[in-house]
């Protein structure tokens, strides 16, 4: 007698062999050259090529920012990319700029130095880790769509890099602001874990009226051209501007939760859902 044939086993092997659609690698492939960018500026960090390795930061940074948008476009979200963009932040926005400031200067503080590292990199883990649980909570206010909770991994290691910015624009490394720059290091990782909103852009950039098409062509050439011949001064600046837009911001997500509490609350008796399905939360595909 023949063994009985489990149909759902069937079809659970056949989903393992069938063809994986080319829009789903795309992204995964952008996260994984990232990833390469931050296990390099290790590397550059401790061979003491500085400028390498936040250049590596700064690239890792920039794909990041489009892999999820690519992904959203050629609707090319996955799980697994989600995943593996959560393991590849921690690695280029957690470990990587902890080994950088620990390589430029912090090793001079010896134990001191390595903890506010060590305690950034964990900062970085445990905002990654809230923002997974964070996706799939029910409970989530519509405006919280558009902004995080705490400051990203990507901007929180170009902001704890400003002492190396300002390092090579001049400034001496002198032992106080060693020690400064370790008191700084754990006020970013405190950022990242804490509950300040943060806008996240994610529904920007969508659509562009067809007379800003030129302009913003020009001004994102402009701001590359910049950051290339003048990459410290660009990025203090842009760690300053970002640091004291954090109170607009703030105001801005406490108005959206005040809207949101004054709306009114539909009745007993009326079905939420009654003309049409459940719609989905909104809710981001990837990973910051």
């Known amino acids: 007698m023949a063994p009985r044939i489990d149909p759902a086993r069937l079809e ?17 492939v952008i996260t994984l050259l990232a990833l390469c960018a ?28 489009v892999d999820g948008r690519i992904a959203r476009m050629i609707k090319g979200t996955s799980r697994f990319g989600a995943e593996l963009d959560s393991l590849a932040d921690f690695v280029n926005f957690g470990v990587a700029p902890a080994l950088i ?24 883990g445990l905002r990654l880790a ?49 020690t400064l720059t370790a008191l700084y290091t754990l006020a970013i990782g405190f950022l990242m874990v804490s509950r300040l909103p943060v806008f996240s852009g994610k529904r920007l950039g969508t659509r562009v ?42 105001a801005k997500a406490e108005r959206h939760a005040a809207a949101a509490r004054t709306l009114p609350a539909p009745a007993a008796d009326e079905e939420p859902h009654a003309h049409g399905p459940a719609s989905e939360p909104d809710r981001p595909s990837r990973l910051n």
Request: charged share 15%; with cysteine.
């Open 209 to 250: 009226a067809p007379e800003l098409v030129l302009p913003l062509v020009i001004l994102v050439v402009l701001f590359v051209a910049l950051l290339i011949s003048f990459p410290w001064e660009v990025l203090t600046a842009g760690v300053i501007a970002y640091l004291l837009a954090r109170e607009f911001e703030a």
């Open 38 to 65: 931050g296990l390099t500026a290790i590397r550059m960090a401790a061979e003491a090529k500085l400028e390498l390795a936040l250049a590596a930061i700064v690239f890792a940074a920039a794909l990041d920012g």
């Open 12 to 28: 659970a092997q056949r989903a393992r062999f069938r063809a994986i659609p080319v829009r789903t690698l795309v992204p995964n």
């Open 130 to 178: 809230r923002f997974n649980v964070a996706i799939d909570d029910p409970n989530k206010p519509a405006f919280a769509s558009n902004f995080f909770t705490g400051v990203p991994a990507p901007a929180g290691a170009i902001l704890v890099l400003l002492p190396i910015y300002l390092f090579f624009l001049g400034m001496p490394k002198q032992p106080w602001l060693l």
């Open 101 to 124: 400031l620990y390589f430029w200067g912090l090793h001079d503080l010896k134990s001191a130095g390595w903890i506010a590292c060590m305690a950034f990199a964990i900062c970085a």
